[in-house]
């Protein structure tokens, strides 16, 4: 069955890839309307999300937040798929890094490097970052069911350079690269929510006290890397900036946890800047009432 399921999807995601962006758009504007007024694909939980962290907003408001979220959302989707055939000068064109010597700075001391970033604007086109960093880049993801779409998307995102890893693969292979001093950048995405009972951390995001992704600070001090923020801006329509913000190059002079609420407090600064564009489908916030339970587990451990 996924061997069918490829053979049939796939040509025709191909061809989407091969259509102007201009195209595509047009494509996209007709999805929006089928997705957000027919569909209403997760329309509740990006109101809720979108109400619990702008709790002074109007309906009005939530709602064209939410009309402008689904607009971009399908652009995002558009965009991941034209990743499959993008040119290096197009996409070069389109997802500008406005200070790579940040990172490259780093790279020639030495340094291995830890970035965290936000499921904000547009992320899957920082597979083009190889074009522009003196250093190798590493970016986990989680595999697919599908043995076929999961090759694709490891191809496609390879192209210019990057290294994929599956996410059980990013210690094991961060030891290995830290044992032969070639350590490189790993990205890690860490906004999103992680199960309650392998948490470390509670935190305010947006003032609601939520369970946090601690890994990234974890390995930053096992191995000794720098940690450094990226943060993505559109520009307009298909066009995305990215800006490298060091957090340190000393973790292990940080107290625990303490880089980690540094880098939260960017991704929720990041956000308020460009509230439409943050990936409001993910349930954000649906451990929020569970820290007593966390709490509990945590003392039953002991």
Not at 163 to 191: A, P, R
Not at 218 to 237: E, G, P
Request: glycine content about 2%; some cysteine.
């Amino acid at each position: 069955m996924n061997f069918i399921s490829y053979i049939i999807s796939y040509p025709f995601i191909w061809l989407f890839s091969r259509l102007p962006m201009r195209v595509l758009y047009v494509i996209s504007d007709i999805l929006y309307f089928l997705i957000f007024y027919v569909i209403g694909y997760r329309k509740k939980v990006v109101a809720s999300n979108l109400k619990i962290a702008f709790p002074t907003k109007s309906e009005e408001e939530v709602t064209k937040l939410s009309k402008q979220f689904y607009h971009h959302f399908i652009d995002l989707i558009l965009e991941s798929i034209k990743s499959i055939s993008i040119s290096k000068k197009e996409i070069s064109k389109r997802y500008v890094f406005k200070n790579p010597e940040v990172i490259n700075d780093l790279a020639k001391q030495g340094k291995g490097i830890m970035l965290v970033g936000a499921h904000q604007a547009n992320w899957e086109w920082f597979l083009s970052s190889p074009l522009v960093l003196d250093t190798t880049v590493y970016a986990t993801y989680s595999q697919l069911s599908n043995p076929y779409f999961n090759k694709i998307l490891k191809q496609t995102r390879s192209k210019f350079g990057t290294v994929c890893i599956k996410t059980t693969e990013t210690i094991k292979v961060m030891h290995k690269n830290f044992l032969n001093n070639s350590s490189g950048l790993h990205l890690l995405l860490s906004d999103q929510s992680p199960m309650v009972h392998k948490t470390l951390y509670w935190k305010d995001f947006f003032e609601v006290n939520v369970p946090i992704h601690t890994g990234a600070e974890v390995l930053a001090k096992r191995f000794d890397y720098a940690v450094a923020y990226y943060a993505v801006k559109k520009i307009k329509r298909g066009y995305y900036e990215a800006e490298f913000k060091l957090i340190t190059d000393t973790p292990k002079a940080y107290e625990n946890f303490e880089i980690t609420s540094i880098y939260l407090a960017m991704v929720e600064q990041e956000i308020k800047e460009q509230p439409s564009y943050y990936l409001w489908t993910h349930k954000r916030f649906k451990h929020k009432d569970k820290y007593e339970e966390w709490l509990l587990l945590k003392k039953n451990k002991k």
